[in-house]
């Protein structure tokens, strides 16, 4: 398995939010992005997880809620990856994958271009 601290893996997610495009950025509404070593013990290989109400759905009734939660985990992403590179290209990878889950694109749209 490739080694990288949490620190370095943490920084790695920060600097993938970083590439999304300002304009997507300002259109995020009430999420948080976390990292965290493994999955659930369910899904082991599972590399991020988008928990929330997608943008698309929310209607009159969203007030009030916590913040919808994006989860990129460090140790599949590691176990999957050869190289540092791979890690960086993982790591967006992912990101964008459960951002768009935000904006309410689902897993197969996703696989088509290229994200899944």
């Known amino acids: 398995m ?9 920084e790695l997610v920060a ?3 970083d590439r999304i495009p300002p304009e997507l950025t300002r259109l995020m509404d009430n999420v948080a992005v976390f ?5 659930p ?3 082991p290989e599972l590399l991020g997880l988008y928990e929330g109400t997608p ?3 929310r209607g009159e ?6 913040p919808d939660r994006i989860t990129v985990y460090r140790g599949p992403t590691l176990r999957m990856c050869a190289s540092r590179a ?3 290209a993982e790591v967006e990878v992912t990101v964008v994958h ?14 088509a271009l290229g994200y899944g």
Not at 35 to 39: G, I, K, R, T
């Open 98 to 111: 459960e951002i768009a889950h935000h904006f309410g694109i689902d897993d197969a749209r996703l696989h």
């Open 61 to 66: 009734w969203y007030a009030g809620v916590l």
């Open 15 to 17: 600097e993938a939010l």
């Open 35 to 39: 990292v965290e070593d493994e999955p």
């Open 2 to 10: 490739l080694e990288m601290t949490r620190e370095e893996f943490e």
């Open 55 to 57: 943008l698309t759905e």
């Open 86 to 88: 791979d890690v960086v």
């Open 41 to 43: 013990a369910d899904d």
